[in-house]
């Protein structure tokens, strides 16, 4: 069988993988000039910057860890323990382990009503139903109940859990308001969350992209590459790709939503394509702040979580890049990676995300010299947002496709490595099955 694959990100590298095991010819488009997606790192100064994607979440992560696995590059990444501070608007410092829910417990602006009603509600949770898989779109449908993050939150926890506990955490890695997220992935996430490791491959998450596609020896990469358009034909499909075409028995999709939308609009049902387009993306932010010289080499923690009731906060999180990634930074270096949340974007220049990146810099870690550097990386539309209803709506638009084309992508669960490696992998599996494969 020959199968193209449009997308080089995690999801389209494990599809191709996924293809290339089982034998079959496969050829990967990629419109950039290197693999990885939102997960490429960027190479500045002697610096690895993380483009995207910061770690990889060990036990949580099962498709991604078994593909690490089976290349035999598991061995290779480093462990990173997530050690936390949460910084209260007053100034004040709880530490907090990121990977560890029951370390929030000892957080002091919590009462002791708060803990056992946290703590009733987490042993409630994990006696219930849920989704097993946080990343099988069809599986957290069956959950979605309608209700968003916030209201299950300070229903269920009550108001002070949620500004010191959930918000920090939503903040750090989807930027977003808990009130526009649906509750079935962090429910699963919760119930899972005691298997948590964090980890970073040495070249960066971009690399697990790069280990991948260097695993599909027969795959014809193709870079710097963007697909033009998609043609059916009687028996397969035609892919136009830098003024040539190419022909396959079948197309493993594996881009944004709205460029599959856009690429397939031909021979998609109005509905399935309106569905695409209309997946919802936000825009993002986050500063790179370089120093060859670390201003801070004995800071308490790894990671500092802005906290305190209120309106949202312009920063969720600041990351100390030389102990998440050892290898991103020269010898003696440091990287802060300064992370924004979305809704204040709007009515911020890129001077003044610059500005205020400093300036919360200086807050959460103390006095420093002028950076050597400050690289904005600033996404219209950076992360997929799962909101109630989304997964159902998502899930659908499978059935839509026409015979000998599957999508991929973290779309259809929720922004992450492994969403898009599992979607990648499943496409695969999905297509040789209705191929006709074996």
């Given at each position: 069988?020959?199968?193209?694959?449009?997308?080089?990100?995690?999801?389209?590298?494990?599809?191709?993988?996924?293809?290339?095991?089982?034998?079959?010819?496969?050829?990967?488009?990629?419109?950039?000039?290197?693999?990885?997606?939102?997960?490429?790192?960027?190479?500045?100064?002697?610096?690895?910057?993380?483009?995207g994607a910061l770690f990889l979440m060990g036990g949580i992560y099962p498709r991604?860890?078994?593909?690490?696995?089976?290349?035999?590059?598991?061995?290779?990444?480093?462990?990173?323990?997530?050690?936390?501070?949460?910084?209260?608007?007053?100034?004040?410092?709880?530490?907090?382990?990121?990977?560890?829910?029951?370390?929030?417990?000892?957080?002091?602006?919590?009462t002791l009503g708060d803990r056992l009603r946290m703590v009733a509600s987490m042993v409630r949770l994990m006696l219930g139903g849920g989704a097993a898989n946080p990343f099988d779109g069809g599986d957290l449908a069956r959950f979605d109940s309608g209700e968003d993050l916030e209201s299950w939150s300070r229903r269920s926890l009550g108001e002070r859990p949620y500004e010191y506990i959930v918000r920090p955490i939503m903040d750090f890695l989807y930027a977003v308001p808990a009130s526009w997220?649906?509750?079935?992935?962090?429910?699963?996430?919760?119930?899972?969350?005691?298997?948590?490791?964090?980890?970073?491959p040495p070249g960066g998450v971009g690399q697990v992209s790069e280990w991948l596609i260097g695993a599909a020896r027969r795959t014809e990469l193709h870079l710097s590459t963007p697909v033009e358009r998609v043609e059916r034909l009687d028996k397969g499909w035609r892919v136009w790709a830098d003024g040539q075409s190419y022909e396959a028995d079948g197309l493993v999709m594996a881009t944004e939503a709205f460029v599959a939308a856009r690429l397939?609009?031909?021979?998609?049902?109005?509905?399935?394509?309106?569905?695409?387009?209309?997946?919802?993306?936000?825009?993002?932010?986050?500063?790179?702040?370089?120093?060859?010289?670390?201003?801070?080499?004995?800071h308490r923690s790894d990671i500092v979580l802005p906290v305190g009731p209120g309106e949202t906060r312009n920063v969720g999180a600041l990351v100390l890049h030389s102990r998440r990634h050892p290898g991103s930074v020269p010898a003696g270096?440091?990287?802060?990676?300064?992370?924004?949340?979305?809704?204040?974007?709007?009515?911020?220049s890129d001077a003044d995300i610059e500005r205020e990146a400093l300036a919360e810099t200086l807050r959460a870690f103390g006095p420093a010299p002028a950076?050597?550097?400050?690289?904005?990386?600033?996404?219209?539309?950076?992360?997929t947002i799962a909101g109630p209803g989304h997964?159902?709506?998502?899930?659908?638009?499978?059935?839509?496709?026409?015979?000998?084309?599957?999508?991929?992508?973290?779309?259809?669960?929720?922004?992450?490595?492994?969403?898009?490696v599992f979607s990648g992998e499943r496409a695969a599996l999905r297509l040789g099955r209705q191929l006709g494969a074996v």
């Open positions: 069988m020959k199968v193209i694959v449009i997308g080089g990100g995690p999801a389209g590298c494990a599809a191709a993988y996924t293809l290339d095991k089982q034998k079959h010819a496969v050829q990967l488009f990629e419109a950039a000039d290197g693999v990885g997606g939102r997960t490429r790192q960027l190479h500045r100064d002697g610096f690895n910057l993380a483009t991604t860890s078994a593909l690490l696995r089976e290349m035999g590059c598991d061995a290779q990444l480093v462990p990173w323990g997530g050690a936390a501070e949460l910084l209260d608007s007053d100034g004040a410092r709880y530490p907090v382990s990121f990977v560890s829910l029951p370390s929030y417990l000892k957080v002091p602006t919590l997220l649906s509750t079935p992935f962090p429910h699963a996430i919760i119930r899972q969350a005691h298997r948590m490791r964090l980890s970073v397939l609009q031909p021979h998609l049902p109005e509905a399935a394509h309106r569905t695409l387009m209309e997946a919802p993306y936000t825009e993002y932010a986050h500063v790179a702040i370089g120093y060859r010289t670390n201003p801070w080499p004995r270096g440091e990287v802060v990676g300064v992370y924004f949340n979305t809704p204040p974007l709007a009515q911020m950076p050597d550097f400050v690289h904005l990386f600033r996404y219209d539309r950076g992360l997964y159902g709506r998502l899930d659908a638009v499978h059935a839509a496709m026409p015979r000998g084309v599957c999508l991929a992508g973290d779309y259809f669960s929720q922004a992450g490595v492994e969403a898009a």
